[in-house]
C-alpha cells in the first residue's frame, strides 16, 4: 500500500475497470474489447489535493470466484485487504452485476457498507452467562443461552447495543469477516438509460467526460479521511502536501503527526476554513474538516 488509502476495483469481465482506472492515473493499461484484459494487478496513484489515493486495478470476478474460479481466491485475498472498494458496473445491466459481485465478496467473507454488529461477547471470570441491553434482544434470552453453550461459551459476558438475533450473534462472533465501504461506480454507453444502484450507497454514473479531480473527491470520500494543511505564523499555509488523518480527527491529533515536540506543549491553534470566522483560535479538542488551515501555538 502506498498513499493515503487503497482502493481496489472490482468487476467483471468487460465492465470497464481498465478505462476508468486509466482515465483517473494517466496511465496507458491495455484495454480489450475482450473479456479478462488484465491478468494481474496493476496499480497507479489520483493526485486529491496533494494527496495521493492508490487505485489497483484487479483482474476480473466472476460467478464461482469464491470458490476459487479464474484465480478468484487470489483476487479476493487482495480486496480483503484494501482500504475501500471500487464496484465497476455496466449500467445497463447493473443489477445484475451487482449481486453476482456482492455474492462473491459475500461468499468471501467480505460485507459491504456495513459495520460490525454492535455485540461484545467476552470471557467472563465469573460463572454463567450474563447479558447486558437485554432489551435489544429480540429472540428469547433462553434461546440465545443455549445458542451460546453449543459453541461452547458458558462464562461470557454479552453487551447488546442494537437490535440482535441469532444471526447478528453468529456475524459478531464471526472474525472471518471483513467490512469494506464501497463506491458503485456506473459505466455509462449509449444503452444505459436504465442504471441501478442499490440504495444508500454511494454512485457515480460515470462516463469519459467527466472531470477526474471530481471523482477523486468522490473516492477520498469512502476512505474515511480528512486532510488539513499548516502554517507557520506570518507564514502562507503550505498547500502543496495536505496532512491525512482519519475522519474526526483533532487538532492535538493533527499535532501528532506534524511533529512529535509539537503535541506535548500545544496550548492552542488557529484554523482557517471551517470556523465561524478566519484564523479562529480553538482547543486542542477541536475536529478539523477537509480543507482546513491549521496554525499551532506552544
Known amino acids: 500500500k502506498e498513499g493515503m488509502g487503497q482502493i481496489a476495483l472490482v468487476g467483471l469481465p468487460s465492465s470497464g475497470k481498465t478505462t476508468f482506472f486509466n482515465a483517473l492515473t494517466g496511465l496507458h493499461m491495455p484495454i480489450g474489447n475482450y473479456g479478462f484484459t488484465t491478468h494481474k494487478p496493476e496499480v497507479g496513484m489520483v493526485d486529491f489535493s496533494g494527496a495521493k489515493i492508490q487505485l489497483v486495478d484487479l483482474p476480473a470476478i466472476v460467478k464461482g470466484s469464491s470458490e476459487g474460479k479464474s484465480n478468484g481466491k487470489e483476487i479476493l485475498a487482495i480486496i480483503r485487504n484494501a482500504d475501500a472498494l471500487g464496484l465497476i458496473i455496466n449500467a445497463p445491466t447493473s443489477e445484475n452485476d451487482y449481486q453476482i459481485l456482492e455474492t462473491e465478496l459475500k461468499n468471501a467473507g467480505i460485507s459491504l457498507n456495513k459495520k460490525k454488529p454492535r455485540v461484545h461477547i467476552t470471557p467472563s471470570p465469573f460463572p454463567g452467562i450474563s447479558i447486558t441491553g437485554k432489551e435489544h434482544l429480540k429472540i428469547p434470552q433462553e434461546q440465545l443461552v443455549n445458542y451460546l453453550k453449543s459453541m461452547n461459551m458458558y462464562n461470557v459476558q454479552v453487551i447488546l447495543r442494537e437490535k440482535t438475533n441469532l444471526e447478528t450473534i453468529a456475524e459478531a462472533l464471526n472474525e472471518k469477516i471483513v467490512y469494506k465501504k464501497a463506491i458503485i461506480i456506473l459505466m455509462k454507453n449509449h444503452s444505459s438509460a436504465h442504471a441501478w444502484s442499490p440504495p444508500n450507497t454511494a454512485t457515480i454514473l460515470w462516463d469519459e467526460k467527466m472531470e477526474p479531480k471530481k471523482v477523486a473527491a468522490e473516492l477520498f470520500d469512502i476512505l474515511d479521511k ?26 492535538l491529533e493533527v499535532a501528532k503527526t506534524v511533529h512529535k515536540d509539537i503535541a506535548p506543549n500545544l496550548k492552542y ?18 475536529v478539523v474538516q477537509n480543507g482546513d488551515v491549521v496554525e499551532f501555538y506552544w
Do not use: D
Open 226 to 251: 480528512v486532510y488539513v494543511y499548516t502554517k507557520k505564523p506570518g507564514e502562507a499555509p503550505a498547500l502543496r502536501v495536505p496532512v491525512v488523518l482519519n475522519k474526526g480527527s483533532t487538532i
Open 269 to 286: 491553534a488557529k484554523v482557517w476554513g471551517s470556523t465561524k470566522f478566519e484564523g479562529q483560535r480553538v482547543a486542542k479538542s477541536y
